[in-house]
């Protein structure tokens, strides 16, 4: 959406969400595939120009996956490289930092995916684009205000917009929390200031993510990031403040490294931060939501922030579109804090013990087996699978994958090594019949549109009760493809 149609839009949109990060752009996205009327404002004249956020989770891939952006984060990033730890210019060996997962049937993405935040969310904005929908930069949001039936923003420009719904998707400071007043609960994680720059140094091998000691000056790190020409430096510092000028960002290099400063041919992008962790005491606020960093702030070890944050406007978003376009209740609004606050928590804990080292960059980072089992919106069990788990993929033998048949906004209703028949069915829902299969056992299973497990039965008692809760609306078409056994 073009600045100059602000005002255009101004008189009402379904869905306003502030902030044009990875969150929410993802949610932007999602709403707008969902034919959701939805205007992103972003405050500067354009996209977070750094590397910040540059891993991308196994679970993360499947989201983007279904958003349709997958093959281009997949052409545009890389596996992470092994750590290459030096000392006194030497090098002492590799280190790597990941448990390192092979891909498989159920779970077609095996490791974490390098990509830099700028790049991710270049393709989140350009697959925007794609459904018709675009940013308003420039555009800070300055006030909020919101009564029984909607939200009324203004912006610095003296702009009004009136939406449905609001998502504070504005970050680790966002202006709308503080306006609501939610409280933010956590921790300093650590006391030692840490620098994040993108640099350029064409002396360093590609090959290694490479770490170097310091001594009692802190840590530093050097990573290739893929499709760029750049390294992500990272360098901590436990006495005084990091310097991000260039002059400062090369001086730490000098200190630190064999490299000399003139090595470092360019600094592209500088920032520092201090470690924290905290969490939003509630993530909504009648018709407003916190998601991403508004909601919770992580460490950045273990690359767990900006992996939740997506998947926060991925759960946020299909509660929307069925609430807005398919007539479903309003309290299926409240399960986004149901199920994403416990989940966030959990990550937060995760996150600060990766960084204080009492826990590796394993299985549990890679957030294929988080759920929702015991949440509002789970019932029942079947087979391997509990209601609130996640959707297994599979092959298909038309060379299909079980991903492909719940790739998109509806649900899907699959009866897996069973003969039970479904009751008519109201939609969007899609109805297949594949042969059983170890991931999923035998049963039938609906799956929301995040991909999560929402209901499973030997038959089809209950459904109608689960499906009346969610979605509402006209009976789908049919199609019954067989999974290979």
């Not at 499947?62 to 730890?85: N, R, S």
């Not at 520092?272 to 939003?280: G, S, V």
Request: proline share 7%; with cysteine.
């Amino acid at each position: 959406m073009a600045l100059n149609s602000v005002k255009e839009t101004s008189t009402g949109t379904d869905v306003l969400v502030v902030g044009a990060g990875p969150t929410g752009l993802a949610l932007a996205v999602d709403l707008a595939r969902r034919g959701v009327g939805v205007l992103v404002t972003e405050r500067t004249d354009g996209l977070f120009p750094g590397s910040r956020g540059k891993g991308l989770q196994p679970r993360t891939m499947e989201v983007l996956d279904d958003l349709g952006v997958v093959d281009a984060v997949l052409a545009a990033g890389g596996p992470a490289p092994m750590g290459m730890v030096w000392q006194d210019g030497e090098r002492l060996g590799e280190h790597d930092m990941f448990d390192r997962a092979r891909p498989s049937g159920a779970e077609p993405y095996g490791e974490p995916w390098l990509l830099p935040q700028w790049r991710t969310q270049e393709i989140l904005l350009a697959r925007l684009r794609e459904l018709g929908g675009d940013v308003a930069f420039g555009q800070e949001v300055t006030g909020l205000a919101q009564d029984a039936d909607g939200v009324t923003a203004r912006l610095a420009t003296g702009t009004t917009v009136r939406a449905r719904y609001a998502v504070a998707a504005d970050g680790g400071r966002s202006t709308v929390r503080s306006a609501l007043g939610i409280a933010m609960h956590g921790e300093d994680v650590d006391p030692a200031p840490v620098l994040v720059a993108d640099v350029r140094v064409p002396g360093l091998d590609r090959d290694n993510w490479h770490m170097f000691g310091g001594g009692d000056a802190g840590y530093l790190a050097l990573c290739p990031l893929p499709g760029t020409e750049d390294f992500q430096l990272v360098a901590q510092f436990t006495r005084g403040r990091p310097d991000t000028t260039p002059e400062g960002v090369r001086a730490v290099v000098a200190a630190r490294t064999h490299l000399t400063a003139d090595q470092v041919t360019e600094v592209r992008w500088a920032s520092d931060f201090r470690p924290r962790a905290a969490l939003a005491e509630r993530f909504r606020d009648g018709r407003i939501f916190l998601a991403g960093d508004a909601a919770h702030i992580h460490s950045p070890a273990g690359g767990q922030g900006l992996n939740t944050s997506v998947q926060d406007a991925y759960n946020l978003g299909w509660k929307l579109g069925q609430v807005l376009r398919e007539g479903a209740p309003e309290a299926l609004l409240d399960t986004y804090e149901e199920e994403r606050l416990p989940v966030a928590a959990h990550m937060l804990g995760l996150s600060t013990r990766i960084h204080h080292g009492t826990a590796r960059r394993g299985a549990e980072t890679r957030q294929l087996g988080l759920g929702y089992r015991g949440g509002p919106l789970a019932d029942g069990s079947a087979g391997a699978l509990v209601a609130g788990d996640r959707a297994p993929d599979g092959r298909l033998p038309d060379g299909r994958r079980i991903f492909d048949l719940l790739r998109g906004p509806h649900f899907t209703l699959l009866a897996v090594g069973t003969d039970a028949e479904p009751p008519t069915l109201p939609g969007p829902v899609r109805f297949h019949r594949i042969d059983a299969y170890e991931a999923y056992g035998e049963g039938l299973f609906l799956v929301r549109p995040d991909g999560y497990v929402g209901w499973a039965g030997e038959t089809a008692a209950g459904l109608d009760a689960h499906l009346s809760r969610v979605a509402p609306g006209a009976t789908p078409t049919l199609a019954t493809p067989t999974l290979r056994s």
